[in-house]
């Protein structure tokens, strides 16, 4: 189980480079592709341009359009051959490789065809949190296609450190934990966190951590250990029991409740991106 299809959006945020250098450290491992979309915040007004009266649009605006995203275009290939070079892509062509693939909306933004072929999502937190919760990033990848999205805020390529696993034995947590499994098996340590106050009736006997541990050791993940604590269903509860065990890695089933609920009430997954500055993120639906 690798990573030799990997999806990212750069959006001209400062993140652009860290979920780049990680997806390509994670494609070279697997001797895979990094495919990159670019979606500056104005290329939709960049899209009117190509219409005769550019749907009334100043000037102005459609140059300045037009201007981020050559220069956004510019600096992501700048950025990905320092990256070529500095894994050593460029000497071994079967050690991976970053591919443009095409340039799109922010606002508008549509991944349904790229994520059918897609391995994993890498996204810096920065972009996801611009783009808005109910994007096209998390909607096409994550609700759809049902593709794994490893959220970028820590150093790239340190997978050796603890992880750490919300496991309430839902299908989206064990989705998530089968997609993690070559970042696991990389880490020094897994925890389970688990808040036994909060599972839910049908999941109660899936939920047991020994069965999850179990599953594992099959995969090779040996050093683990199981952590229960009060709090720990809340984003921000999981976020700092994360952090307590000095975990690089979460992962996590993401939007287990309705979109209504999550938009009204608020939900975990919202709560562990705005909370995971410090972590990097393994969501799956």
């Known amino acids: 189980m690798s990573f030799a299809s990997i999806l990212t959006v750069l959006t001209g945020v400062n993140d652009d480079a860290l979920a780049l250098l990680s997806a390509a450290h994670m494609a070279r491992a697997a001797h895979g592709q990094v495919k990159a979309v670019l979606a500056p915040p104005l290329a939709v007004v960049g899209d009117w341009a190509a219409m005769p009266d550019g749907f009334g ?42 591919v443009l693939v095409e340039e799109q909306s922010a606002l508008a ?24 919760l109910w994007s096209g990033l998390l909607a096409d990848a994550l609700l759809l296609a049902q593709t794994p999205i490893l959220v970028i805020s820590a150093a ?43 599972l839910r009736a049908r999941d109660r006997e899936n939920a047991q951590p020994e069965r999850l541990a179990d599953y594992l050791r099959l995969h090779g993940v040996n050093n683990l250990e199981v952590r229960s604590l009060a709090g720990g269903s809340r984003g921000d509860g999981l976020a700092r029991q994360a952090q307590a065990c000095e975990a690089g890695l979460l992962v996590a089933g993401a939007f287990e409740h309705s979109r209504l609920r999550e938009d009204i009430l608020g939900g975990i997954t919202a709560s562990l991106i705005a909370e995971s500055r410090t972590l990097n993120l393994l969501l799956a639906h």
């Open 109 to 132: 933004l549509d991944l349904s065809r790229l994520t059918l072929f897609t391995d994993l999502v890498v996204v810096g937190r920065v972009t996801l949190v611009s783009l808005g």
């Open 57 to 98: 649009a100043p000037a102005a605006l459609l140059e300045a359009s037009r201007q981020a995203q050559a220069d956004l275009r510019r600096g992501v290939e700048a950025m990905a051959r320092d990256i070529t070079q500095q894994l050593g892509l460029e000497s071994d062509e079967n050690a991976g490789r970053i």
């Open 156 to 198: 790239p390529g340190d997978f050796a450190a603890p992880a750490a696993i919300a496991w309430n034995g839902s299908p989206a947590a064990a989705r998530a934990v089968r997609a993690a499994i070559p970042l696991l098996k990389a880490a020094s340590r897994v925890v389970i966190l688990q808040d036994p106050a909060h």
